[in-house]
């Protein structure tokens, strides 16, 4: 069997183009458009394209998307006041502060200032609460995405057996609690989970979020599963070029699975569409209640 692939690149532009759509008619009730200011602190280099990118990717929609670029040596107090110019700015509808941040900061603190409703990214403990609680909430981009992903694909989630690896809080614990919502039967893995294979062999659906190069392989796949795999590594070949790869072997699952989400090309273009869906979100939120 070889997989069929799942095409986040084309489902990434089918989400851009409804949000535009969204956008015009947000901009002409309330007469500008939705606001999403980026947030980074320091010279991280992969921080600083992914921020551009999101900057670029909202302005493309039609938001008035705005990057605030601040030292590596800002102080807490001076992020935070940022942050609560930008909370009480009627015009700022999604604040998102890039991680991660310098050390000297404290990342709990600074994103419990952004206010839940602004909360683009589903970070803040209330929108955390709220997604527990299967209430509407801002969704973190990744894990929105592959929901989005799954729909499409016509995967059955409804008492299927969902295996999520990784349990952080920006991919892991809300895609769990999504499928979960979905009525899934999940179980969540992590680096302390005995007889990780075993375990990823009867799940119908399979969500790596690891960062560990090509750690799935072929054999650990049920035939006919469905895998999402979100991780994002950079490796270098054997010629000596670096490319990217997923957390999953893909030439290995590829045989395996019924339906395969590539690197890059899967979810990784997603989390962004979802990042401007997000913002219409808590824009319309916001003014339309
Ligand atoms: P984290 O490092 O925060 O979490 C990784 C998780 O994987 C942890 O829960 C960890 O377990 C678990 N893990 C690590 N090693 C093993 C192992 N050997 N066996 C089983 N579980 C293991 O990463 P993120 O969730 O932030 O990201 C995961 C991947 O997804 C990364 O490659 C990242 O680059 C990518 N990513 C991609 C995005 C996209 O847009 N496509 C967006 C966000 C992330 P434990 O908790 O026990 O340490």
């Known amino acids: ?19 535009r759509t969204g956008v015009e008619a947000f901009t002409q009730t309330h007469k500008r458009p939705p606001g999403l200011d980026v947030v980074l602190v320091g010279d991280n280099a992969a921080s600083r394209i992914y921020t551009r990118n999101k900057e670029k990717a909202s302005k493309e929609v ?12 800002t102080s807490q107090d ?24 310098p050390p000297h900061l404290a990342a709990d603190r600074v994103l419990d200032a952004v206010p839940p409703e602004k909360d683009v990214d589903g970070f803040h403990p209330v929108n955390v609460g709220l997604l527990a609680l299967g209430r ?20 059955r989630l409804r008492g299927a057996r969902a295996v999520v690896i990784g349990r952080s809080t920006i991919v892991g614990k809300p895609m769990a609690q999504l499928l979960l919502a ?17 375990l990823c062999r009867e799940a ?27 991780g994002i590594n950079r490796v270098t070949t054997s010629e000596g070029k670096s490319k990217l790869v997923g957390d999953v072997c893909f030439d290995e699952v590829k045989e395996r699975a019924g339906l395969l989400s590539p690197v890059p090309g899967g979810v990784g273009p997603m989390t962004i569409a979802c990042l401007l869906q997000n913002t219409l ?3 319309r939120r916001r003014l339309e209640r």
């Open 1 to 19: 069997m070889t997989a069929t692939l799942l095409d986040g690149k084309a489902l990434a532009e089918t989400v851009r183009a409804e949000v």
């Open 62 to 73: 039609g938001m008035r998307g705005r990057l605030h670029t601040l030292a590596e040596t």
């Open 78 to 101: 001076e992020l935070l006041a940022l942050l609560a110019l930008l909370a009480n700015d009627p015009e700022v509808d999604g604040i998102l502060v890039q991680l991660p941040l």
């Open 136 to 155: 509407p909430a801002l969704v973190p981009c990744t894990p929105l995405g592959c929901m989005r992903l799954l729909a499409q694909s016509g995967t």
């Open 182 to 198: 979905e009525h899934a039967t999940v179980t969540i893995a992590h680096s302390r989970t005995q007889d990780l294979p075993a």
């Open 204 to 230: 119908d659906v399979l969500v790596a979020a690891i960062g560990k190069a090509e750690m799935v392989r072929g054999d650990w796949i049920k035939p006919g599963a469905t895998v999402l795999d979100v």
């Open 281 to 283: 979100t808590a824009a």
